[in-house]
């Protein structure tokens, strides 16, 4: 998805590259992955201040307490979907957007909720902006998308960290589809969930993280 972005210039195009090339050596394989992080403007997806950090492998304060992931995490998440053109994808989290435009630059028809009002409407204004074709919806995604529910989705992604696996998200997923969510209170065990018949599903983890915490109930 090549587009002409007002403030990613050539610089930043140089650090995204560099930020490829670490990613592939910290152990990413999936070359489409890669291309799709080295389209999307990271650096835009956050405070200017931190212009300088925006290409480094570090979380970054957005608004509400909330960050924008690691590089490496949200390629690792995204690798982790085994994404396929015109998939249907459910992102709990929104956040910066950020992980959403990656997802919309594999060509995934994307379903993303968000908590928090304020995040909500910048969000929802820069994506539109850098033309991602993104679903943007406010709301606790813990049971998905309870008034607008466009289930069974190919993919479930959460973005924040979870307690427990919400038993109504996995109700959400197609037969055959996988679910990437962060498991675990201070710190967190990825989990990747195949729904491989319509009671019965498969659990992998994938290595420790540390998220922000995925909340219940109503916050707008």
């Not at 050539?10 to 090339?21: E, F, L, Q, S, T």
């Not at 931190?50 to 909330?66: E, F, M, R, T």
């Not at 994307?110 to 928090?116: F, P």
């Amino acid at each position: 998805m090549k587009r002409t972005i007002e403030g990613d210039t050539y610089r930043h195009r140089g650090m995204r590259a560099n930020m490829c090339k670490e990613l592939r050596a910290m152990g990413i394989k999936d070359e489409t992955v890669l291309a799709a992080m080295n389209e999307v403007p990271r650096h835009l997806f956050m405070d200017p201040g931190l212009d300088a950090l925006s290409y480094n492998n570090q979380a970054l304060p957005i608004a509400c307490g909330q960050t924008i992931s690691r590089p490496m995490t949200v390629a690792y998440q995204t690798e982790l979907l085994e994404l396929q053109p015109m998939m249907k994808v459910l992102e709990v989290g929104t956040g910066s957007g950020y992980q959403t435009a990656v997802l919309c630059e594999l060509k995934a028809r994307v379903y993303s909720v968000e908590r928090q009002k304020e995040l909500f409407s910048k969000t929802k204004k820069l994506l539109e902006k850098l033309r991602y074709n993104a679903n943007c919806f406010l709301g606790d995604g813990y049971n998905g998308l309870a008034e607008m529910d466009y289930s069974p989705y190919d993919r479930i992604l959460v973005t924040c960290g979870a307690s427990e696996v919400p038993q109504q998200l996995l109700s959400k997923l197609k037969i055959g589809g996988l679910m990437v969510i962060p498991v675990g209170d201070e710190h967190q065990t990825m989990h990747r969930i195949l729904r491989s018949g319509p009671d019965s599903y498969e659990t992998s983890t994938c290595g420790d993280f540390q998220f922000v915490p995925m909340l219940k109930g109503r916050q707008f």
